[in-house]
């Protein structure tokens, strides 16, 4: 019996990414306290912070599981060294993308996945396996009443940076290095390799 993908996030964007990819998934909403958690670690690159919190979401959720593969993933980006999550605020995005324009930043994507102690050969011994996803994102030189535009939409406000290439920031990104899953949230690709080593296929969830 194949066991369930549980998405420890409430991205629509990743739930979108798993259904499209023809994973057959459910999706358990952790309750991480995301500042208290990355304040307990002390200093972190953005690459760490966002392991660290895709670690957290998956061990919440995992908690209350006896069965199945929970998948925790968090994005931060990474602009000339400083960390962004999710701006919140209208006039933070309007800062940031003001800043961002006509220059690249890193969308580092943390993914974690636990295989609950019952699905496993050793009781007591959940297997977790984890990697970061890295990918360079490069803007146009975009205008301020473009900018404008995009901010009074709501949607750069809680994404990771202020944007997405799968919604209407699309027109605004030159260039990508790198797996585009990443920047939208979740690589399927990194997903495949974490299943692999705990022995299971990815074609076993294609629903």
Known sequence: ????????????????????????????????????????????????????????????????????????????????????????????ARERWQLMRGKSGVLHTGHWLITSPSSTSDAGAPLAHGEVTSARVTFEDVSDSEIDAYVATGEPLQVAGGFTIDGLAGAFISGIEGDPHTVVGLSISTLRRLLAKSGVSITDLWA
Do not use: N, Q
């Not at 996030?9 to 990414?17: E, G, I, N």
């Not at 995992?62 to 960390?83: K, M, Q, R, Y």
């Open 1 to 92: 019996m194949t066991l369930p993908l549980i998405l420890a996030s409430a991205s629509p964007a990743r739930t979108k990414l798993l259904a499209d990819a023809g994973i057959a998934h459910r999706v358990l909403v952790s309750d991480v306290d995301e500042d208290a958690a990355t304040a307990a670690a002390g200093p972190l690159s953005p690459a760490e912070t966002a392991l660290l919190l895709a670690r957290a979401k998956a061990e919440s959720v995992a908690a209350s599981l006896t069965s199945g593969h929970v998948l925790g993933c968090d994005s931060v980006f990474e602009f000339e060294g400083e960390p962004y999550g999710k701006p919140w605020e209208p006039d933070v």
